[in-house]
């Protein structure tokens, strides 16, 4: 899946969706794990399972990322529920990604444009 220039949130999804929103999440995971890519009525973004599950992971440059729900993911921020996020501010990164990219996962590292994080894979 390829993401144009613009802003998103790199976190666990389940931070920035509200609860009716993340259950539609969630019924689209389980009726297909491996497709990364989850639509919305909003849009799109791309999610995957970290190697290992739940915990605090840390990207190339020491930013750290809650993970709650198993996965990580992109959400563009237009996507994302901004008074959910107020409370996980130190758990996500909003970022403003120049150029498009694909987001990428491989035995437990995501590859998101220029950052990596590795969930221990």
Known sequence: MKFEPGTYVICDPCYVFN???WEKVCEQ????PENAEVKMPTGSFWQHHT???AGLFKDDSGCEYGVDSGTLGVVPLA???KEK???VM???RVMNFAEAFEPSY????FTFGKITISTGG
């Open 90 to 92: 130190h758990l996500i």
């Open 106 to 109: 491989k035995d437990g590292t």
């Open 51 to 53: 190697a290992y599950g």
């Open 85 to 87: 996020m107020k409370d």
């Open 29 to 32: 995971m389980f009726k297909d």
């Open 19 to 21: 609860s009716d929103e």
């Open 79 to 81: 996507m994302a529920n």
